[in-house]
């Protein structure tokens, strides 16, 4: 019996900042965490979930003898979770607002990880927070805010419902996603980021667009192995039925494990 695909998961960076320092303790240093509910969807799917220490060349964060090509030579496939902005510095920018200037180092560490699986031929699936920084590691440009910059009747993101916040998206025809749901035009999905795709990165698609302001959702790579980036959370939804219309992320899900077994063959 073969053994079940070994999936890479980035890790997200809590650095010790008021009030929650001010607990003390293991909140007082630098840590790396992943969300439960996405190692959790990735487990569901049969696969093994690893988290990947971030390891930086410069910056606050010391390469250790371990590198991430390593990683992505051991590993079958890379997942990038949610979490923070992407720092507009990484795509050229200045933050227009102090509270939007991001995590430089996550995004740092992300994009290095993110070419060492693309060089290694190795799937990639980004999740909201990790669909932007596809975008970003081949160039693309984001909208720092949404309300902000292209203000919209669709509301993608409400602090208080949080994972219980859906939108509609409607399915690119002829893309891979609508490959994966034949027959389905319009989709609901949860939505929790302020942020979105602007300029499409190098070899980059669009797969969806929220209906019906047209922002992108989700991107595909035109390159020889499997990148795919959506905005909404799957992890979430496989967790909870929030709303009566949701999608399904098996389909994605399965799309990217089988393809982590098709490179390890």
Known sequence: MSRPPLIGISARIYFPAAPVADIGGVFTRTLHYLEQSVAHWILGGRALAVMIPAIESDGML???????????????????????????ESYGETP?????????????????????????????????????????ALGGTLYQDIPTQQPSEVRHLHAQQYDRQFHDARIVPGSGLARLYPGVERMTIN???????????????????????????????????????????????????????????????????????????
């Open 62 to 88: 010391a390469r250790s003898e371990m590198s991430l090509a390593e990683y992505a030579s051991q590993l079958d496939g890379l997942v990038l979770q949610g979490g923070n902005d992407i720092a507009p």
């Open 96 to 136: 227009l607002r102090p509270e939007w200037r991001g995590d430089r180092v996550r995004d740092r560490y992300e994009i290095d990880l993110f070419d060492a699986f693309v060089s290694a031929a190795k799937p990639v699936v980004g999740i909201c927070r990790g669909c932007q920084l596809i975008n970003v």
């Open 191 to 265: 939505s929790i980021h302020h942020q979105a795709v602007k300029d499409l990165g190098r070899d980059l698609v669009v797969e969806a667009r929220s209906a019906p302001d047209g922002l992108v959702e989700a991107i595909r790579w035109r390159g020889p192995s499997l990148v795919f980036g959506m905005q909404w959370h799957p992890e979430f939804m496989a967790q909870d039925r929030h709303h009566p219309a949701q999608l399904d992320g098996r389909p994605i899900l399965e799309e990217f494990l089988s393809a982590c077994l098709r490179r390890r063959g």
